[in-house]
């Protein structure tokens, strides 16, 4: 399996990190992974906000993650991962593949 680059974009709200992360996708031409916009698109289909759909949405990130990352290609996430979990799903999951 070909190893890709991971860019992890995490930080308060409103600090610049999701300008940054586009900034830097741009430049080489990854996609950017931004956690907010899946969330948002889960309440588009009517499940409300919770503390379960802010998780499904870092999962979903991932997911999509992984799969680029097996591809061999770069990838960048965009989250706040204000939470140990979230934190941790960036640094063991997707960085060492594990499922």
Known sequence: MMSGVLVVMSGLPGAGKSA????VGREI?????????????IWR???PP??????????VAAVLAEHQLALGLKVIT??????????????????????
Not at 50 to 59: I, R
């Open 20 to 23: 940054i992360a586009d900034a």
């Open 29 to 41: 031409g990854a996609p950017v992974l931004s956690v907010d916009p899946v969330e948002a698109a």
């Open 45 to 47: 289909c009517g499940i």
């Open 50 to 59: 919770s503390f379960e759909t802010g998780v499904a949405a870092y999962e």
């Open 78 to 99: 965009d989250s706040v991962s204000s939470l140990e979990v979230a934190r941790n799903m960036w640094s063991l999951r997707v960085f060492v593949g594990n499922r």
